[in-house]
């Protein structure tokens, strides 16, 4: 059974920074893509970044620059290194990984405030 365990989240202040970490555990085959979403109170859960396994990132037009998004395969790990963060960037972040067969995983999700 896969299983997705996040850390990393917690209260910053507007202009700090939080690396957030997911570790995936029963995984049976390589994974296709890791991500990380994100939903804040009263909005869609949405894409922050990605990085499939060739090492092509993607990023949504409002991290681009301030987060960086990697991976350790060995470990079946990925990184969001958030920087700059701003007000509007609290959410609840949560890890996802997709199977070559098109399947989809989540983690229980790490709460991320950015507040003075």
């Known amino acids: 059974q896969v299983q997705l365990v996040e850390s990393g989240g917690g209260l910053v202040q507007p202009g700090g920074s939080l690396r957030l970490s997911c570790a995936a555990s029963?995984?049976?085959?390589?994974?296709?893509?890791m991500a990380w979403y994100r939903q804040a109170p009263g909005k869609q859960r949405e894409l922050a970044a990605i990085?499939?396994?060739?090492?092509?990132?993607n990023y949504a037009d409002s991290v681009k620059g301030r987060f960086t998004i990697s991976r350790d395969n060995a470990k079946n790990t990925v990184y969001l290194q958030m920087n700059s963060l701003k007000p509007e960037d609290t959410a609840v972040y949560y890890c996802?990984?997709?199977?070559?067969?098109?399947?989809?995983?989540w983690g229980q999700g790490t709460q991320v405030t950015v507040s003075s």
């Open positions: 996802n990984l997709r199977s070559p067969g098109g399947g989809y995983y």
């Open positions: 029963g995984i049976m085959f390589r994974p296709y893509a």
């Open positions: 990085i499939v396994t060739s090492g092509t990132t």
